[in-house]
């Protein structure tokens, strides 16, 4: 009895152990909520003053604070940290708001993030700038890229999408009013197409005019045909389908200048230089065009061939250039997009503003995709792991970028959302004749062992 009351002393740590280093590896979530969680906030009570002098985040304090100590408490006047706010616990970590003191700013303590990190037990700390003088931290507790769960709090407006998850935890949303054309980068099996999978979905609940081309024969953009108002599936038909698109943006031009017509007297509300000035009974639906393996539309291999590319060439650049006002906007998605594609590629590039690099074979690649706009993220996406598709690095024209994964959507769900939502297409009758051929669900006999299998993955 005696050995049985000691080996269960011994033994319950060891499991209790145990127990909690298999939550941590098998959940995260959880063992963060319980475990991780508490350890946290309790570092950060008990050594924020210390942790802060040691990152140099404090300042001396004024003449009158030090002599106000020095008649109240007769202590050493010690240095003064950032003051604290409440900590706010989260399912993924902590936020804590900081009021900096006179002579810091908002780098001073973004610099000091990775000290921050391992003084508090977290596994990154995110700054972020508020208001002058005041800024936000965003400790993580875990690597939220290793299980992709969304947030369920998102905002769902008009041609916005959560199309990922970046390594803060928010959400990634790709908001075409706001960066209306993107390039799509990433090599074989990068989760590229992931990324074009949810981001169709996304848009397919909404009344926007989705047109795809394909010229990989259509094994990407094929199962959405439901929902897709037009699709070109070699470079032939999609010389064809980009006049059509030209004459509608120049259409809707014609639209907005009819509207400008100022005469006198008009509010000023009425004035537009763009569609969503028009009123909503006269406001043509917006138009994404979805552009697959866009090296395919360079390829040439004979004068006739080498005329075609350059005259879509030109259409794209019409579009990316003139396409925003107009409501149309470009998701270039390859596997390189540089120089070498051939006349018109680098200006096309320069239009595309958001840029979502994933996996690639070269620094060459990431350089094509993010040298210009971001330097110091293109290191960060040649270290992606392929263990890891779907990771990518996102930036912008600001010089911001950080680490994004797209959730996991398989083919067979994504097709079913576009035909579940292909009754909120809208009607466009000049692309009626590259309307896709949608064919009908087999019937599958009730017991019957065989399985739906998609076409691609």
């Not at 570092?43 to 030090?66: K, N």
């Not at 090599?187 to 009344?207: D, E, F, I």
Request: aromatic share 6%.
């Amino acid at each position: 009895m005696t050995d049985l009351v000691t080996l269960a002393e011994l033994g319950s740590p060891l499991v209790v152990i145990g127990g909690a280093a298999y939550v941590r590896h098998a959940s995260p979530a959880a063992y963060w909520s319980t475990v991780g969680l508490p350890l946290s906030v309790a570092r950060l009570l008990t050594s924020y003053s210390s942790t802060m002098d040691a990152c140099g985040l404090t300042v001396e304090p004024s003449r009158w604070r030090a002599l106000a100590v020095r008649a109240t408490t007769r202590r050493e006047v010690r240095p003064v940290p950032p003051r604290r706010g409440i900590i706010r616990p989260t399912s993924t970590g902590l936020r804590m708001r900081l009021r900096l003191v006179p002579g810091q700013e908002p780098a001073d303590v973004a610099a000091s993030a990775e000290r921050l990190r391992h003084a508090w037990g977290v596994y990154a700390v995110h700054v972020r700038d508020v208001k002058p003088g005041v800024v936000e931290l965003w400790l993580v507790g875990f690597d939220v890229l290793q299980q992709v769960r969304m947030p369920r709090r998102s905002d769902s407006r008009p041609l916005q999408v959560p199309v990922a998850l970046r390594e803060d935890a928010t959400a990634f949303v790709r908001d075409y009013r706001t960066v209306p054309h993107e390039l799509v980068l990433g090599a074989t099996l990068s989760g590229k197409s992931m990324y074009l999978r949810n981001l169709v979905t996304g848009l397919a609940a909404q009344p926007v005019v989705l047109v795809g081309i394909d010229c990989k024969r259509g094994v990407e953009l094929a199962p959405f045909a439901s929902r897709l108002s037009a699709l070109a599936t070699d470079p032939d038909q999609a010389a064809e389908l980009l006049p059509v698109l030209v004459k509608e943006m120049e259409d809707r031009y014609d639209l907005i200048k009819t509207r400008q017509g100022i005469a006198p007297g008009t509010a000023e509300e009425l004035i537009t230089s763009d569609i969503w000035g028009l009123p909503e009974d006269e406001r043509p639906a917006p138009l994404v065009l979805f552009i697959d393996e866009v090296a395919e539309l360079f390829m040439v291999a004979t004068r006739k061939e080498e005329e075609r590319r350059d005259e879509m060439v030109t259409q794209l650049i019409r579009l990316a250039q003139l396409g925003r006002a107009a409501g149309i906007y470009l998701e270039v998605c390859g596997q390189r997009f540089g120089a070498e594609l051939g006349k018109g590629a680098t200006m096309l590039r320069a239009q595309l503003t958001g840029r979502v690099c994933h996996r690639v074979n070269d620094e060459a690649s990431a350089k094509m995709a993010l040298g210009d706009i971001a330097p110091e993220a293109v290191q960060a996406s040649c270290a992606i792991a392929p263990e890891l598709p779907g990771l990518a690095v996102v930036g912008d024209t600001s010089g911001g970028w950080s680490r994004i994964r797209t959730p996991y959507l398989s083919l067979a769900d994504a097709a079913a959302t576009c035909r579940a939502t292909a009754h909120l297409a809208p009607d466009l009758p000049a692309l009626n004749p590259f309307r896709p051929y949608v064919s009908p669900l087999p019937d599958v006999a009730p017991g019957s062992m065989a399985t739906a299998r998609p076409v691609t993955e």
